[in-house]
T-cell receptor, first 116, second 108 residues
Framework: EAGVTQSPTHLIKTRGQQATLRCSPI?????VYWYQQALGLGLQFLLW???????NRGNFPPRFSGRQFPNYSSELNVNALELEDSALYLC???????????????FGPGTRLTVL | AQRVTQPEKLLSVFKGAPVELKCNYS??????LFWYVQYSRQRLQLLLR??SRESIKGFTADLNKGETSFHLKKPFAQEEDSAMYYC??????????FGAGTRLAVHP
């Protein structure tokens, strides 16, 4: 079974530009989660999508947005990039959007975003 | 406030020694806690969840509500246990709140 895939692996942008990160969940999974891991920090929850709808959002400004497509893949968009947006962005998927205690979140390899 | 604290950035032990990775949490409701692990050049993966009361790869973790802790323990460390370990809390609506992580280094 193929795991969660993310593209691109690395992304370099300059301040003020927009970045688009993509995630394909495990086949059969309907929920996608986005996390940010800045250097020296733990993962911080960004967004949760399930069945095409945004279900929950972390404490991030509105310039972080995303969507989920009918095939359950997802896109994270970061507008007006700032230097502190440089981080590893991890995507995870789960089967049905249940509680993490019963519906494991499986993580992808991440996209490393560097803002210059 | 919902928070997970892992006080040690690095824990260095010798093979065969006991290991305890500390995790403390702050949560007003009934907590759901997890340990995730990331081995070198691999993805972050679930190690264990408190609700299952399971032992994975010899690791166990007990939820102590009085001390608001969920420490990860293993009686005899192996070199292959060397990895980054993250404690996490389910913060409602499927949001996982992670600690900053502890790097475990097991030396031969």
């Amino acid at each position: 079974e193929a795991g969660v895939t993310q593209s691109p692996t690395h992304l370099i942008k300059t301040r003020g530009q927009q970045a688009t990160l993509r995630c394909s969940p495990i086949s059969g999974h309907t929920s996608v989660y986005w996390y940010q891991q800045a250097l020296g920090l733990g993962l911080q929850f960004l967004l949760w999508y399930d069945e095409g709808e945004e279900r929950n959002r972390g404490n991030f400004p509105p310039r972080f947005s995303g969507r989920q497509f009918p095939n359950y893949s997802s896109e994270l968009n970061v507008n007006a990039l700032e230097l502190e947006d440089s981080a590893l962005y991890l995507c995870a998927s789960s089967k049905s959007g249940g509680s993490p205690s019963t519906d494991t979140q499986y993580f992808g390899p991440g996209t490393r975003l560097t803002v210059l | 406030a919902q928070r997970v604290t892992q006080p040690e950035k690095l824990l260095s032990v010798f093979k065969g020694a006991p290991v305890e990775l500390k995790c403390n949490y702050s949560y007003s409701g009934s907590p759901e806690l997890f340990w995730y692990v990331q081995y070198s050049r691999q993805r972050l993966q679930l190690l264990l969840r408190h609700i299952s009361r399971e032992s994975i790869k010899g690791f166990t973790a007990d939820l102590n509500k009085g001390e608001t802790s969920f420490h990860l323990k293993k009686p005899f460390a192996q070199e292959e246990d060397s990895a980054m370990y993250y404690c996490a809390l389910s913060g409602g609506y499927n949001k996982l709140i992670f600690g900053a992580g502890t790097r475990l280094a097991v030396h031969p």
